[in-house]
T-cell receptor, first 114, second 111 residues
Framework: GAGVSQSPSNKVTEKGKDVELRCDPISGHTALYWYRQSLGQGLEFLIYFQGNSAPDKSGLPSDRFSAERTGGSVSTLTIQRTQQEDSAVYLC????????????FGDGTRLSIL | RKEVEQDPGPFNVPEGATVAFNCTYSNSASQSFFWYRQDCRKEPKLLMSVYSSGNEDGRFTAQLNRASQYISLLIRDSKLSDSATYLCVVSPYDSWGKLQFGAGTQVVVTP
């Protein structure tokens, strides 16, 4: 498709389980970003990737969170040993490049930790 | 202090009226500015970029005031479909990839 694609749309899992969220950016976009948004809150930056450069991980809230981007395209965000406070919508965005370019968002993955 | 601050609203606006609201940012090194729109339980969508000279896109006008470090959005002739949360977004020059989002201003257009 033409837009940013995220899967799954919804994920419900038990506390302590690991989850993987996937993002497929817009073709040709070299920059990819992960955010999360808790109910009624603003977007919280997690991590971004730009081309082959080392990712900026400064927004990851704990070492249970990690992300990778293979082949400069698809990215996965992994949360290990999930906690209830991890419940949120995880949004992925991509842009042509880092540097003030507008970002285009996917529909998000709604994660619920029981 | 938050890096990007917005009045959460809601701004209740009669259909056809004009509404305007601001957003302030704390990082003077900020270089790029955007307004995004987010509908309930949906992803943010780019509404418009904000340029130094101010810019207009149909019924929407955005202004940037670097001296006072705020941007504004004005919506003319409000439509019911304009009801949404409007997110102010700032990109600092010294941290290009980390867009800073405000928590949003809710606008409710009423018939």
């Amino acid at each position: 498709g033409a837009g940013v694609s995220q899967s799954p749309s919804n994920k419900v899992t038990e506390k302590g389980k690991d989850v993987e969220l996937r993002c497929d950016p817009i073709s040709g976009h070299t920059a990819l970003y992960w955010y999360r948004q808790s109910l009624g809150q603003g977007l919280e930056f997690l991590i971004y990737f730009q081309g082959n450069s080392a990712p900026d991980k400064s927004g990851l809230p704990s070492d249970r969170f990690s992300a990778e981007r293979t082949g400069g395209s698809v990215s996965t965000l992994t949360i290990q040993r999930t906690q209830q406070e991890d419940s949120a919508v995880y949004l992925c965005a991509s842009s042509l490049a880092v540097g003030g370019q507008p970002q285009h968002f996917g529909d998000g993955t709604r994660l619920s930790i029981l | 202090r938050k890096e990007v601050e917005q009045d959460p609203g809601p701004f209740n606006v009669p259909e056809g009226a004009t509404v305007a609201f601001n957003c302030t940012y704390s990082n003077s090194a900020s270089q790029s500015f955007f307004w995004y729109r987010q509908d309930c339980r949906k992803e943010p969508k780019l509404l418009m970029s904000v340029y130094s000279s101010g810019n207009e896109d149909g019924r929407f006008t955005a202004q940037l005031n670097r001296a006072s470090q705020y941007i504004s959005l004005l919506i003319r002739d409000s439509k019911l479909s304009d009801s949404a949360t409007y997110l102010c977004v700032v990109s600092p020059y010294d941290s290009w990839g980390k867009l800073q989002f405000g928590a949003g201003t809710q606008v409710v257009v009423t018939p």
